[in-house]
């Protein structure tokens, strides 16, 4: 079982920058992968970051190439996500997620284990 915690959400004002973090606990591989998705308000959750537990091999959605980066503390178990330059399209409930299944692995319904998510607002 793995536990996931995520915090650090808040409001930030368009061109601002926010960093979210993601504490994990429990059976944790060196071939696992942690990613971050988003889910705004009437879409469906879509795909951020993630990057793999041993090696660093990180992957970016398009939308957030340039501007999030994804990294992680194996010493603390966690996962976190600098997001600069944010946009008002940006706005939405972000969660981290697990998968056994590797880095490569972006489909929502891949990832076993969710946190509970944090808000991130942004106001243009």
């Known amino acids: 079982q793995v536990q996931l915690v995520e915090s650090g959400g808040g409001l930030v004002q368009a061109g601002g920058s926010l960093s979210i973090s993601c504490a994990a606990s429990?059976?944790?591989?060196?071939?696992?992968?942690m990613g971050w998705f988003r889910q705004a308000p009437g879409k469906e959750r879509e795909f951020v970051a993630n990057?793999?537990?041993?090696?660093?091999?990180?992957n970016n959605a398009n939308s957030v190439k340039g501007r999030f980066t994804i990294s992680r503390e194996n010493a603390k178990n966690t996962v976190y996500l600098q997001m600069n330059n944010l946009k008002p399209e940006d706005t939405a409930v972000y969660y981290c997620?697990?998968?056994?299944?590797?880095?490569?692995?972006?489909?929502?319904?891949?990832?076993?284990?969710w946190g509970q998510g944090t808000q991130v607002t942004v106001s243009s």
């Open positions: 429990g059976s944790i591989f060196s071939s696992d992968a």
């Open positions: 997620a697990l998968t056994r299944l590797g880095v490569f692995e972006r489909r929502v319904d891949k990832y076993a284990y």
């Open positions: 990057i793999n537990w041993s090696g660093g091999i990180t």
